[in-house]
């Protein structure tokens, strides 16, 4: 990761620089590490390391892995809201990898859920053509495991949304 900023407005967010993310084509992006206090969380950053190894060895195959979640997702939204015009790309979509067409990621986060199942997570927050409000997230436990795909509300595992729960815990390594 090279060295971490300090966010200036949240004190327990640590920012690297953009780097390549095999996931996407090795699109650049900055991983944001929140949540973390290094006087409180000695294990945090070697957790984190590990979930990102894990995550940055993911490519171009493991996102085709999950194409149909993420496609699942589109449609289950496309469902519940009017037809209009624009959306008709996505309602011809004949293979279901077609899908990253209409997804862009723009950022990563790695946090550790503080109950429950205190683990570390990677998040990957999206902009989509379907849901332009509230996106698209994908998290994946310990970077690894793909546990969620949802529009982007924060949470890491259960979903409370107006979309069904999406959990599918498909691990890649």
Not at 123 to 132: H, I, K, P, S
Not at 144 to 163: M, N
Request: charge should be negative; proline fraction near 4%.
């Amino acid at each position: 990761m090279g060295s971490l900023t300090q966010d200036k407005n949240f004190s327990d967010w640590w920012k690297s620089n953009k780097i390549s993310i095999p996931f996407f084509d090795n699109k650049k992006l900055p991983i944001t590490f929140t949540g973390y206090e290094p006087s409180d969380d000695k294990e945090f950053l070697t957790e984190a390391d590990a979930a990102l190894t894990s995550f940055l060895a993911l490519d171009k195959t493991a996102r085709e892995g999950i194409s149909y979640l993420v496609y699942k997702n589109c449609i289950e939204f496309l469902k519940m809201v009017d037809f209009i015009e624009e959306d008709q790309p996505l309602r011809d979509i004949k293979d279901e990898n077609e899908i990253w067409k209409f997804v862009w990621p723009t950022d990563i986060y790695v946090s550790r859920r503080p109950y429950n199942e205190p683990d570390i997570y990677v998040q990957v927050t999206c902009e989509c053509d379907w849901e332009q409000e509230h996106g698209l997230q994908l998290v994946f436990k310990q970077g690894k495991k793909i546990t969620r795909v949802s529009e982007q509300d924060g949470h890491l595992t259960h979903i409370v949304s107006r979309t069904k729960k999406m959990s599918c815990y498909l691990n890649f390594n």
